[in-house]
């Protein structure tokens, strides 16, 4: 799923592109993509684009008249643009069986594609700030909060690290991905509870967040280039997200995982849990008084 630092280059890349251009129209062809009733999608037609927000993981196209077209990506939702010039336009854009919505401008059409079977993605027409406000979990916006707001913010519910950060209650724009390179950076493991955590360990975490996501938002921005294509929740760059078995960067031990329904959650135990093998929920239940608790011992138990 696109986060933070993918979902700001999407918005930088639209504001260079639709900021003050005209909504010509808008073609739906995913049959559950629009999720709204009033106002209705017409009533953007021919109105001028104002600004490009981040609301959380959504991307918001502000209209005038205070309207907004706000999309969710989703997991496997993407974006694509095809300007209006006659070498642009000839591009061939994504497959039909993909594509969910076309929004043409006067400078070009973005078209939205999701991948898969499972249709999640979603558009929502609201009006104002207060409709738009409706659509936001409320989560700090980490890149610009203090340390005392990100504390507070952190322990105001007592959850494991991973799971804090990606509340959209408690945090705008984190995800899987880069909730594990931010823990890692950190050197905190994905299971401590927040309400265990010292002050010098939250002090940490708050650095880590905020480093870790402008980091990505440079490299992000670099590989761009004319549109952000290739977006993806797994890079070759990362330290542990999606580098199951692979070494750690900074210490060279594998990197191990636990799963739990769809979501994965990669750590390196040397740097994150003091050598302790984190129990995955599936294979822990299997192994029961079998399951090894040093990565040492989970290589010992892969030869037998």
């Not at 990362?238 to 594998?254: D, L």
């Amino acid at each position: 799923m696109p986060e933070l630092p993918d979902i700001t280059i999407y918005v930088e890349a639209l504001e260079s592109r639709i900021v003050g251009a005209h909504l010509l129209r808008v073609e739906v062809r995913g049959p559950f993509l629009l999720r709204s009733v009033t106002p209705s999608l017409e009533s953007t037609f021919g109105l001028q684009v104002q600004l490009i927000r981040r609301v959380g993981k959504r991307i918001a196209i502000g209209l005038e008249g205070g309207l907004w077209l706000v999309l969710h990506l989703m997991i496997a939702g993407r974006l694509h643009w095809r300007g209006t010039s006659a070498k642009s336009a000839a591009k061939p854009g994504a497959g039909a069986k993909n594509l969910l919505a076309s929004f043409s401008f006067d400078t070009g059409t973005l078209t939205l594609t999701e991948a898969g079977s499972r249709r999640r993605a979603s558009l929502h027409v609201v009006s104002g700030d207060s409709g738009l406000a409706l659509l936001d979990a409320g989560g700090l916006d980490v890149m610009n909060s203090s340390p005392e707001a990100f504390a507070a913010a952190l322990v105001s519910e007592n959850h494991t690290l991973k799971r804090a950060l990606t509340d959209p209650r408690l945090f705008s724009g984190i995800g899987n991905a880069y909730s594990d390179e931010i823990l890692h950076s950190a050197c905190l493991s994905p299971v401590t509870l927040t309400s265990k955590l010292k002050p010098e360990e939250i002090a940490r975490l708050h650095a880590a967040t905020q480093h870790v996501l402008a980091e990505w938002i440079v490299r992000l921005r670099a590989e761009a280039g004319a549109f952000p294509e290739e977006v993806t929740a797994f890079r070759e760059e990362m330290a542990v997200h999606g580098r199951y078995g692979k070494p750690c960067p900074r210490c060279g031990s594998k990197v191990q995982r636990i799963r739990h329904a769809a979501n994965e959650t990669d750590y390196c135990p040397h740097c994150q849990t003091c050598g302790k093998l984190l129990a995955d929920r599936a294979l822990s239940r299997l192994l029961r008084e079998d399951w090894p608790r040093t990565p040492e011992e989970l290589e010992n138990l892969k030869r037998r």
